[in-house]
């Protein structure tokens, strides 16, 4: 089972190599190693075609910064060894976010939480919903946008909350398309290239 779903992953990443030919910035993504593989856990029931919405906004985030996100619902493996980092994207339900944001005393306005030693990312399908509809914004943006954040905070240091961007702590209030700013582009493209960082 292992070694099919290692497998997978690298045809995945050949794949994405294929690709990346026809634009010159994804091919020196391709050539440097620019590749996370993320792997999704939809415990939130969210549909195939919200969570492809959400993926095409994340996916759009690192786009920018010419690093390439692959999305895969397989399970992540501890020793994957295709060269490129693997993180977890947990997709809570209402009952889960419940009891992990009272567990661990998260605050109501918290959409998502990034743990870097186990290399997960939880998302609080449930909360980003409601505050979509509570402040007219289209909920699969928002998904897309909490899952780059948080994926944001698995790559890079720690405390890297920025004022604007992609990385500003109040996804919310924000409409127009969101990015990271350069410093933290610069910096992701250096840790995945030095993925012992990881």
């Not at 979509?132 to 944001?152: F, M, P, S, Y």
């Not at 890079?156 to 961007?165: A, Q, W």
């Amino acid at each position: 089972m292992a070694g099919t779903r290692t497998a997978h992953i690298a045809t995945a990443l050949a794949v994405a190599a294929v690709g990346t030919a026809a634009t010159p910035r994804s091919v020196a993504a391709q050539s440097a190693g620019l590749t996370v593989v993320l792997h999704v856990s939809n415990f939130g029931d969210v549909s195939a075609r919200d969570l492809a919405a959400a993926e095409t906004e994340a996916t759009r985030v690192y786009d920018d910064i010419g690093v390439r996100l692959i999305w895969t619902e397989q399970a992540m493996e501890p020793s994957a060894d295709d060269g490129a980092p693997h993180l977890a994207v947990l997709l809570l339900s209402q009952e889960l976010t419940e009891r992990k944001t009272r567990d661990q005393g998260i605050g109501d306005n918290v959409l998502g939480v990034a743990l870097n030693v186990t290399r997960r990312a939880y998302i609080f399908r449930g909360r980003i919903a409601r505050f979509a509809v509570r402040k007219e914004q289209d909920g699969n943006t928002l998904l897309g946008r909490v899952i780059a954040h948080e994926v944001g905070h698995l790559l890079l240091p720690l405390d890297s909350h920025s004022t604007d961007g992609i990385m500003c702590s109040d996804l919310i209030a924000r409409r127009a398309p969101l990015r990271f700013n350069p410093a933290q582009g610069e910096t992701i493209r250096a840790r995945l290239i030095n993925a012992h960082e990881y």
